[in-house]
């Protein structure tokens, strides 16, 4: 018997899988998405709403603002004097001055019971307009919304000392995901309809394309954004971070820890306010800032802060001056948060611009405006992740039609 068989169709070659690398950057991709997601989502919302506290507070709290008038504002020992009479046994441990249309405050704090207590006062006539006080340990003090958010922004609304590495870690590990994530966007072949995919979403497909398109075109988009939030977050959570960061910024310097500074308790001076009204008065004709903070000593050995905020609304742009207490003698801190701005390094500029980087305000408000939209993008990733992840898990198989199967022909020879 001789079998004529019909010629065997060509062997298609197969395609090229994915490299060890992606495979890998997939795996941690989906698993480390899936384990930092929910604590991403909270950092993000939080965070989102926190960059315009100042401008919702300076809405929402009329006794923040005055009437501006043309004379001086009163010095720092008269608000402190209004301030004890407003509440008996308070002791001012910081004072505020912001523009000519701003209300001054008298702060005290107590680390022991975690009390802080401010009295809003209008620099001007010396009118007590608010008097607040919020417990951090208990809840005992009035409600504020935006501390509330910030412990979660912080902590998860944890104490601080679980929820502040919580937060590290799961920051730690969203900046892998925004790398692993750039490795499993890069298309194999740069052809027009992968340029489409990578770069734009197609919003007339279905809920679940655009749910693709919106993790993966957006997460790009904002990937080198959302980087530079994280690690400057980043800074407040490691060490390691921090030092890393001020060493490659710096050309290879280390950065240079503060140091513990004392006034000379050895003197036969005493305190007074009287020279903190003339260090107050002092820097306000030297610098001409646009607010004060001044933190007032505590105990025998601590000193007097006076910090310039010559642009206000921002935290970088300070000059920050140390005195003893009793001689008013100037001592000069170590680390980047001391001394004149204008003499401080690039390194240590940076580094006083690390919250205002963080919160968009380094630009003022289009900055702001443009860190809410990244934390909103930063807060759908893991949700649009998550869809995506379940889709696949849940696929259904397709119910592909039968073939009809060909039927060889056989010429059969006996």
């Known amino acids: 018997m001789l079998k004529i068989a019909t010629p065997a169709k060509a062997v298609k070659p197969k395609k090229k899988g994915d490299s060890l690398f992606k495979r890998i950057s997939a795996w941690l991709?989906?698993?480390l998405g899936l384990f930092s997601g929910i604590i991403v989502v909270i950092v993000s919302i939080t965070?989102?709403?926190?960059?315009f506290e100042k401008e919702i507070r300076s809405v929402t709290e009329p006794w923040t603002h005055v009437q501006p008038q043309n004379k001086k504002m009163l010095p720092p020992s008269a608000l402190t004097d209004i301030a004890v009479k407003t509440v008996p046994g308070m002791k001012p441990t910081a004072l505020n001055y912001g523009l000519p249309d701003q209300s001054a405050a008298a702060v005290s704090y107590s680390r022991k019971t975690g009390l802080l207590i401010t009295v809003f006062i209008d620099p001007y006539s010396g009118r007590?307009?608010?008097?607040?006080?919020?417990?951090?340990?208990?809840n005992k003090g009035d409600f504020d919304f935006f501390r509330f958010i910030l412990h979660g922004h912080r902590a998860l609304w944890l104490p601080y000392p679980i929820g502040r590495p919580i937060i590290g870690v799961a920051i730690l590990i969203f900046v892998v995901l925004l790398l692993s994530?750039?490795?499993?966007?890069?298309?194999k072949k740069w052809t027009k309809a992968t340029r489409d995919k990578s770069f734009k979403v197609k919003w007339n497909a279905s809920f679940k394309r655009v749910n693709y398109d919106l993790h993966n075109v957006f997460g790009f988009y904002s990937m080198l954004l959302l980087l530079i939030i994280a690690l400057t977050g980043l800074v407040w959570s490691f060490q390691w971070v921090s030092k890393s960061i001020y060493w490659a910024t710096s050309g290879g310097k280390s950065l240079t820890e503060e140091t513990a500074m004392v006034s000379d308790t050895t003197t036969k001076l005493s305190f007074n306010m009287a020279s903190v009204d003339k260090l107050w008065n002092q820097i306000a004709i030297q610098d001409k800032p646009e607010g004060f903070y001044i933190n007032l000593p505590r105990q025998k050995a601590d000193l007097v802060e006076v910090i310039a905020y010559l642009r206000l609304g921002t935290y970088y742009k300070t000059n920050i001056y140390n005195f003893d207490q009793y001689t008013l003698k100037p001592i000069k801190a170590s680390g980047p948060y001391s001394g004149?701005?204008?003499d401080a390094g690039a390194a240590d500029k940076l580094r006083r611009m690390n919250y205002d980087i963080h919160v968009g305000a380094i630009l003022g408000i289009p900055g702001k405006v443009?860190?809410?939209f990244l934390a909103m993008?930063?807060?759908?990733?893991?949700?649009?992740?998550?869809y995506i992840w379940w889709g696949k898990r849940n696929k259904k198989p397709v119910v592909k039609p039968q073939r009809l199967k060909k039927v060889r022909s056989e010429l059969v020879i006996q």
């Open 29 to 31: 991709h989906l698993w």
């Open 47 to 51: 965070g989102a709403i926190y960059v």
């Open 128 to 138: 007590v307009l608010k008097k607040t006080t919020t417990d951090f340990v208990g």
């Open 181 to 187: 994530g750039l490795v499993l966007w890069w298309p």
């Open 340 to 342: 004149r701005y204008a």
């Open 370 to 372: 443009v860190a809410f």
């Open 377 to 386: 993008v930063s807060a759908s990733l893991p949700i649009t992740g998550f």
